[in-house]
């Protein structure tokens, strides 16, 4: 919950510039603004290498929900993204397992591409309790997806008590976990959707930790909070991402 609209829009074109030599087929950049910033936003990056997400939607096209935002609403809007099932959706506003399964199967309904998050909280790590978690996320929140909708989406992994503390996986217990969901997928679809997913890593990603992160066989991208906010600072991050995947 960050940037009027006029901050987005400034937010934006700056980003539009500081990538504009970006390669578009090695990389995606994905821009996910408030609400009420989306359409100028998306005016903004029209046609540049950079697209256009949401934060969150309901599972109903339409009806007496009100203060939701559909699908059906975000594509008109321009969406080609939209982030499912955040740990602060999951920890602030009752987000369950069921209610991200039914947001997953609207959005690939109306062909918006889902970034269905899945992380662990502090005590449930120091429980050994994280790949038991993650399994009960994966599993449930793809409960009665295909492995051709299956490979339509987007994996971000965020262990929840690396958001907003400064604290990093090292890329090494990170490569564990994306290894473990790696595996999951396979489990719940087949080996060619598996490897065929992108997993991100999304836990206090900065410039200085993005580059060795992103290095690891498994971390596929980065979900990034604080550090997306600053042109500089996300800019560098992309740009370390598309140095590792080139």
């Known amino acids: 919950m960050y940037k009027t609209i006029g901050e987005a829009l400034e937010l934006s074109s700056g980003l539009k510039r500081a990538l504009f030599d970006l390669a578009a087929d090695n990389i995606e950049v994905v821009l996910c603004p408030p609400f009420t910033a989306l359409s100028e936003v998306g005016e903004v990056i029209f046609e540049s290498n950079l697209q256009l997400g949401a934060q969150n939607a309901h599972w109903q ?29 999951r920890q602030y506003f009752a987000e369950t397992n069921e209610t991200v399964n ?4 609207a959005a690939l309904k109306h062909g918006v591409t889902p970034i269905f998050c899945i992380g662990e909280t502090l005590g449930e790590r120091e429980s050994g309790k ?15 997806l295909n492995p051709d909708e299956i490979k339509n989406m987007v994996l ?4 929840v008590w690396a958001i907003g503390t400064g604290k990093t996986a090292t890329p090494q217990s990170a490569q564990e976990v994306h290894k473990f969901i790696r595996d999951l997928l396979v489990k719940v679809s087949n ?16 410039p200085e930790n993005s580059f060795e992160l992103m290095q690891q066989p498994d971390i596929d991208g980065a979900l990034v909070g604080g550090a997306s906010l600053n042109v500089e600072s996300f800019a560098a991050i992309v740009k370390k991402a598309n140095e590792v995947k080139k």
């Open 61 to 89: 096209d339409e009806g007496a929900f009100t203060g939701e935002l559909s699908c059906k609403m975000l594509k008109d809007a321009g969406c080609k993204f939209v982030i499912i099932g955040h740990s602060e959706r």
């Open 102 to 105: 039914k947001k997953l199967k």
């Open 130 to 144: 994280t790949f038991e978690v993650l399994a009960d996320q994966v599993n449930n929140g793809l409960k009665g």
């Open 156 to 159: 971000a992994y965020e262990p």
């Open 191 to 206: 080996k060619q959707t598996a490897e065929a997913v992108r997993i991100q890593y999304g836990g206090s990603v900065k």
